[in-house]
Every structure is written in C-alpha cells, then in structure tokens.
C-alpha cells in the first residue's frame, strides 16, 4: 500500500507555513531518533504481540511507516556513517567497525549537523556515536553543540562512577551517572527541547537499547516476567525505550512544537538473535546482507505534510535523510557533496509512489548486495558460500533462490555491483583494505 496522497496545493501551504525562516519558531525541527539492533518485529507496527511499543506505535499512527527502509551497513558505526552523510561510507572507506584503525569519518566529509550549523540550527546529540576514537572524531568537535553521548560501539546501562569516562557531556566526563541510561537519554532528550524551544534545533536522541550489553531495569523484566530467555531482557529493554520516546512526544506537545517538528524514527541495523531480536518476516540478522540486516523499522511524522496513519512500500534509505533534512531545513544541496541520499519528502507526503533510487548497494567484508527494482543480487557467509538471486516482491523472506532461472540477469547486476564498488572505493581499514572486489 502506498502513502496517502496530499493534494499539491494542500502540502504546498504546509511546506510555506514551515518555510525555514531562520531563527524563528517557523522553522522546521528535526528529531532523529535511532534505536540500536531494533528487530523489524520487534515493533507493534511491524506486528510485535509480546513486545509492547505504544509510543513508538504512536509515532507510526501519527505519521507514515515505510517499510521497505534500508540502512547503507548490517552494522552500527558504517550504518551511522552513512545516514550522518547522506552517501555511501565505502566512499570514504568507512567499510567495518573502527575497532583499534585509528580512523573514522574524513573531518572534510560534512555531516547533517555540521550543515544545520550553518543554518543556524541548535544542534544536539544524545546517546551513542560511534566514529573514531581520536579527539578529532568526538562529536562535540563534530557539529553538535549540545552532546549526552559516548562514542563507542556500546555502554553499560548502569554507568555509575564513569571511571572509564566514557560518557560526556560536551565533550567533558561526567563524573557519575546513576540512572538507567535510557532513562537518562530520554530525560536529557526533554531537557534539551525544553531549553531549545524558541530556536529551530536538530537533535538525534541515539538510544542504545537493545544493543547489548542485555541489562533491564527490575520493574521492567517484571512487566515481562511471562515471556521467557534472552527475550524477555530484549523486550524489557526496548519498552524502556518505547517510554522514553513518550516523554520525547509530549515534551513536543507540552512545548507547542509537535505540529512544526519532523520526527523519525529508525534503528542502525536489523535485530540480534543471540539477543532475542526478531525480523520475522525477513530473513537473517545483523552483520549479513539478507533482509532481516538491512531493512529496518522506519516511521516518520510531519503535521501537515506527512499524512497520519498512512503506510509506503516505496524503497527508501537512511541516507535520503541527510537532503531530505537541509532541503526542509531551507537549505540547498551542493552537487559537490556528490551524496548518495535522495530526497524523500514527495514519498513521506504520499506524492510520489516511485522510489527515487534505481538500485542501492552494500558492501561488508565478504558480504554483499545489491537490490535493483524487485531483484536483489548477494552474498552473505563464507567466501565459499554461493551468489543468491531472489525477487523480494514475491519473496520477502528471501527463500527461493533464482540465479540458476535468471542467469543473466544474475550476470548483469553483478556487472553493476562490480562498477558500483570500483566507483566507490575500497576499504580504508581491515581485512580488504584498498580491495574493491569480492568473490
């Protein structure tokens, strides 16, 4: 089913009244909020029965679900790489994991905040980064004026005296924090809207529940004492979260900001198994490039612009928020940033029923992809592992393999992932440094 449609005029007077000025309430907010390792099942709107997520259903009814939202990596910090820039991160070699390269994003690779600074735009990070280790990389030295945030692939939930000081503020330890982190993240999320309500601001709250480590708060695990195992933790975690987003919605509308704030919301990747996450129907799990990796949970809402309780199956990615964002931030969008992302908006409005993108592309160690239309091309498991064929519009959990029926379609697009990754470059770090080619 595709998004309802607004009339031309209808949303050509909402895009007016939110015109960015600059520095007026006119302005268009913006609010990223980016769960970690949230399973495509793992929602009431994707049909989660054991996992209850009122708020984030909330979020969906208000706005559009797309659900056949992709991520550019099956793992956190390419994937935040990627949607931070608006174009593929294989382009400045951000392939894997940091880990202990001593690299991370180009500080010449503009990222959305650092652009929305120039709009003057209020910028704040909440939560997890995940770049480079070095000072350089830290996110307050990257276009967030305002950061509750750690830069790492995971934090305890209980940080307590931060002796690691991992968690900062503004780029400074904090000494103890003794609240659950969600908790924490979420009131730190309404404080900074509260204090940022006369200024257009962008503010990515970047939760780091369900990733691991699986910690949940007594109260929580009780709520869901009658599910049982490793799934239990997980759902615990997640309606933690699922709260903390509530609080983010009513600060909005306690502060007479809802109606001219964009709020998204998406996860980095798909879910764990080994965690209790779930992406049913899709197939697979984090850190491949089957379904169940890279197509994510993805809700947007925008009163007046973006139609309540609507619903697409357009094909979209992360990285289309990065225009999508300065284009409704009143900017402009240089042809030299060369980006990747599209804009999305005559999608989000229900305007357009056809996906701006003719293909998109992945690349991760010996995994890789490649959707074109309904067919996807990849590989995902050992290098001796075969290439798969599948036509996800019939197929959505990626069953039935067609190579051997369409060989030269099969032949085809690995031509066009072969130019696409020779295009974009290899890996700056790892196991296939400089390497475009995979078997």
């Known amino acids: 089913m595709t998004a309802k449609t607004l009339t031309m005029s209808a949303c050509a007077a909402a895009m007016m009244a939110m015109a960015p000025a600059q520095a007026t309430q ?132 209980w940080v307590g005296d931060n002796s690691k000081g991992m968690l900062k503020r503004n780029g400074v330890p904090v000494e103890r924090e003794d609240r659950y982190l969600t908790d924490a993240m979420g009131q730190e999320a309404v404080d900074f809207i509260t204090r940022n309500a006369d200024k257009p601001f962008f503010l990515q709250v970047a939760f780091t529940a369900p990733h691991a480590p699986m910690q949940a708060t007594e109260e929580k695990l009780k709520e869901y004492e009658h599910i049982k195992g490793k799934r239990q933790i997980l759902a615990a975690m997640i309606s933690s979260m699922d709260d903390n987003i509530g609080l983010i919605l009513d600060s909005l509308e306690e502060q007479g900001l809802a109606d001219n704030t964009m709020v998204v919301l998406f996860s980095d990747n798909g879910g764990k198994f080994q965690h209790g996450g779930e992406n049913g129907p899709l197939r697979g799990q984090k850190g491949s490039t089957f379904e169940g990796a890279l197509r994510v949970p993805f809700v947007a809402k925008l009163p007046g612009v973006i139609p309540a309780g609507s619903q697409s199956d357009v094909m979209i990615s992360a990285l289309d928020l990065f225009p999508t964002t300065v284009k409704l931030a009143g900017g402009e969008l240089d042809p030299t940033w060369e980006l990747d992302g599209k804009d999305i908006l005559p999608v989000l409005s229900g305007d357009s029923d056809v996906s701006p993108h003719e293909r998109l592309f992945w690349r991760f160690n010996q995994h890789w992809a490649l959707r074109e239309g309904d067919w996807k091309l990849m590989k995902s498991g050992r290098p001796s592992d075969p290439m798969m064929l599948f036509n996800i519009a019939e197929d959505i959990g990626e069953e039935n393999d067609l190579v051997r029926q369409f060989p030269e379609r099969a032949q085809e697009m690995r031509k066009t992932w072969n130019e696409i990754s020779s295009e974009v470059g290899g890996a700056a770090w790892g196991r296939y440094k400089g390497e475009v080619e995979r078997k």
């Open 26 to 157: 006119e302005a268009v907010n913006f609010i990223w909020i980016v769960a970690d390792d949230l399973g495509y099942s793992d929602v009431g709107f994707h049909g989660a029965e054991d996992v209850l997520t009122p708020q984030m259903d909330r979020l969906a009814a208000d706005g559009v679900i797309m659900s056949t939202a992709y991520v550019s990596a099956p793992v956190c910090g390419p994937s935040r790489a990627g949607f931070h820039t608006g174009k593929y991160q294989h382009r400045f070699g951000h392939e894997i994991l940091v880990s202990d390269s001593g690299m991370g994003t180009p500080l010449d690779e503009l990222m959305i905040q650092e652009h929305l600074l120039t709009l003057d735009y209020q910028t704040g990070l909440i939560g997890k980064f995940h770049d480079g280790k070095a000072e350089k990389y830290q996110p307050h030295n990257r276009g967030y004026a305002e950061t509750f945030a750690f830069n790492s692939g995971a934090s305890a939930y």
